[in-house]
């Protein structure tokens, strides 16, 4: 890919150089990640609407803050591959001018066995003519892993830059990653605690599914601060079923098992 980039330093904000200095996380390390922020992200859910595009279903996750960055990863029993696209990169081949597009570099080097799972994380994004999946699905940055630690066709600096940081809150340590996203959300700070349970109970627990609790639902009662609007429930249950984590349906003031 000769756009430049990799002959020019790269420049990270000052909260996400870490992510940027840590090199290629591990599957589990980001398949946490996007479990955490999930549970985080119900908590929005429940009182405003939604201004994200976000789920996670059978082993693909999608992730799309509106803000020109978009997401996808597939995890399978082969591995995973991540695919992003930032508006912002010198790569976006939108704009008039750029050369043409090539989706086959990022891919340079990936197992064939990855093939299926590059193929799920392509179909959620968008190509030349803003149709979803197939081979000119925009990408600015690619990684995949058939082992425990991603790799790519470029450094990890590379494609973090070019995914404009997309998957930072992912990567970083739970505590750090809860505070952010509560500052960023502006929600009672009692909901972390709630979220820090839901999170350790789902690592935790080997069943398909666990149930949010009293406790915990309280807490969420405590984010709404008024009459829960079924809307925005139902909105928050799927984006937990996703991970296996279940809002039963009576959550009028209350939860009962």
């Known amino acids: 890919m000769t756009d430049g980039s990799a002959m020019q330093p790269l420049w990270f904000p000052d909260w996400c150089e870490d992510v940027a200095r840590n090199g290629f ?21 429940v009182k405003e609407e939604p201004v994200f595009e976000l789920f996670w279903a059978d082993d693909i996750y999608l992730d799309d803050q509106m803000g020109g960055e978009r997401w996808a990863v597939a995890f399978s029993e082969a591995g995973a591959v991540a695919v992003f696209y930032s ?20 891919f340079e080097g990936m197992p064939n066995r990855l093939e299926p799972a590059k193929r799920r994380a392509l179909s959620y994004m968008l190509d030349l003519e803003f149709r979803l999946g197939g081979s000119n699905a925009v990408v600015t940055s690619a990684m995949w892993a058939d082992t425990e630690a991603f790799t790519a066709v470029e450094s990890w600096p590379e494609v973090f830059y070019h995914s404009c940081w997309a998957c930072h809150q992912q990567l970083l340590p739970p505590e750090v990653a809860l505070a952010e996203w509560w500052e960023g959300m502006e929600l009672p700070e009692s909901g972390i605690g709630a979220a820090r349970s839901l999170y350790e109970r789902r690592l935790a627990s080997m069943d398909p599914e666990i149930f949010v609790e009293p406790r915990e639902w309280q807490r969420y009662l405590e984010v709404i601060e008024s009459t829960p609007d079924p809307r925005k429930i139902a909105a928050a249950r799927e984006l937990l079923a996703g991970v296996g984590i279940v809002l039963p349906e009576n959550t009028n003031g209350g939860i009962s098992h």
């Open 87 to 106: 508006s912002e990169s010198s790569r976006n081949p939108y704009p008039e001018g750029r050369p043409p597009y090539d989706q086959s570099w990022y």
């Open 25 to 45: 996380p591990t599957v589990q390390q980001l398949r946490r990640g996007i479990l955490l922020g999930c549970i985080a992200q119900s908590f929005w859910l």
